[in-house]
């Protein structure tokens, strides 16, 4: 039977906070509104960049559905991508170990191209055999129907396939695909036990 481990992306693989914060309070301030503190845009994040504009526009009071704040934030997010966003420590040994036992895969809520942007930027892609974005065929998690597509095309059980991630979001996701997590709690994801333990949405 083969093995497959799956990783999450922002948070998990790669230190993203500042670039998605600058990112998003440049967005707000074209709007002229202020600036948010770091901490709160990093707990905004997990979603999708949708979710992640939607929540940003209301803490700042402004209208959610402001209708090119999404086009505005990827574009800027597109410059900023690799300005101070980085691997964590020892992440490049980490994936290389786990290369020698399984198949690897990135499952992300980020869509795909910026995706693939970092991790060949950062020398990951090569490890992975797929990567899935948010802006894919699959729901975003927590749905696992990316993971039950991933499963089908390693060819890999539950019992052997891992969900690696730092948020909820990521937990949940490998619970309703009846998979095992390994939670990277150095990440900036996340976190509500309540949700968790009752299986639902955050």
């Given amino acids: 039977m083969s093995a497959l481990v799956i990783f999450d992306l922002d948070g998990t693989l790669i230190d993203s906070r500042r670039d998605l914060a600058e990112s998003t309070n440049e967005m707000l301030a074209s709007y002229g509104a202020a600036a948010l503190p770091i901490d709160d845009v990093a707990a905004m994040v997990g979603e999708g960049a949708k979710v992640l504009v939607e929540r940003a526009l209301a803490a700042a009071g402004l209208d959610p559905g402001a209708g090119d704040a999404l086009d505005r934030f990827r574009a800027i997010y597109d410059r900023r991508l690799f300005e101070h966003t980085r691997p964590y420590p020892g992440i490049d040994e980490v994936v290389r170990?786990?290369?020698?036992?399984?198949?690897?895969?990135?499952?992300?809520?980020?869509?795909?191209?910026?995706?693939?942007?970092?991790?060949?930027?950062?020398?990951?892609?090569?490890?992975?055999?797929?990567?899935?974005?948010?802006?894919?065929?699959?729901?975003?998690?927590?749905?696992?129907?990316?993971?039950?597509?991933?499963?089908?095309q390693a060819r890999a059980p539950a019992a052997r396939t891992l969900v690696v991630g730092d948020s909820t979001i990521d937990v949940l996701t490998a619970q309703r695909a009846g998979v095992r997590m390994c939670v990277a709690r150095y990440g900036f994801g996340r976190f509500d036990a309540q949700a968790m333990a009752a299986g639902t949405e955050v």
């Fill in 97 to 152: 170990a786990a290369a020698a036992g399984a198949a690897l895969a990135v499952l992300s809520n980020k869509p795909e191209a910026p995706s693939r942007r970092l991790l060949e930027g950062f020398d990951l892609l090569r490890w992975f055999r797929w990567v899935v974005g948010g802006d894919g065929p699959f729901p975003r998690k927590p749905d696992p129907a990316a993971v039950a597509y991933l499963m089908a």
